[in-house]
């Protein structure tokens, strides 16, 4: 093969990954975008007549639904950016194993040293302010509603 052909083989497989990269910020990206459009809905479109306490543990049950699917999102992503690495890293060394293997859970490949859990990206900088802030508000809020406030 000429340096060429792999240069070209190098080039097609990082574009294929960094379509998912890009796909998994993109879902990411949607999951905040709905999650503030449907607390906001719930806020501003329930009755008067409806008890406020149902209102917040449904606001809170969307908030948690989409602090983990967007958790999932953020963790696919860092996965195939650790693919990345790795392809470019294989591919520079003459490595042809797993050619165009887009799965990131590939065992074979010692993707898993970085330790990556949902957990761990469900609680980082990037979601935490967002879905934690509004379930620590929506929390405070049954607090007081409970505690006879309000």
Same mark, same amino acid.
């Given at each position: 093969?000429?340096?060429?052909n792999i %240069? !070209? *083989? +190098?080039?097609k497989e990082i574009d294929l990954i960094q379509s998912c990269i890009n796909r998994m910020a993109k879902n990411s990206f949607s999951c905040k975008g709905w999650n503030l459009t449907l607390v906001a809905g719930a806020?501003? +479109?329930?009755? !008067? %007549?409806i008890n406020k306490w149902y209102i917040c543990i449904v606001i809170l049950c969307i908030d948690l639904c989409f602090w983990w699917l967007d958790s999932f999102f953020l963790l696919q992503e860092q996965k195939y950016r650790d693919k990345y690495e790795w392809v470019i890293k294989k591919r520079l060394d003459g490595n042809k194993d797993y050619l165009y293997d887009l799965n990131p859970y590939n065992k074979n490949m010692n993707l898993t040293d970085k &330790?990556?859990?949902i957990f761990k990206t469900a609680f980082s &900088?990037? +979601?935490l302010p967002m879905y934690g802030g509004i379930a620590l +508000? *929506? *929390?405070i809020f049954i607090v007081i509603k409970l505690g006879g406030g309000i």
């Open positions: 093969m000429t340096e060429q %240069n !070209e *083989i +190098l080039y806020f501003a +479109l329930v009755p !008067e %007549n &330790k990556r859990t &900088k990037t +979601l +508000l *929506i *929390i």
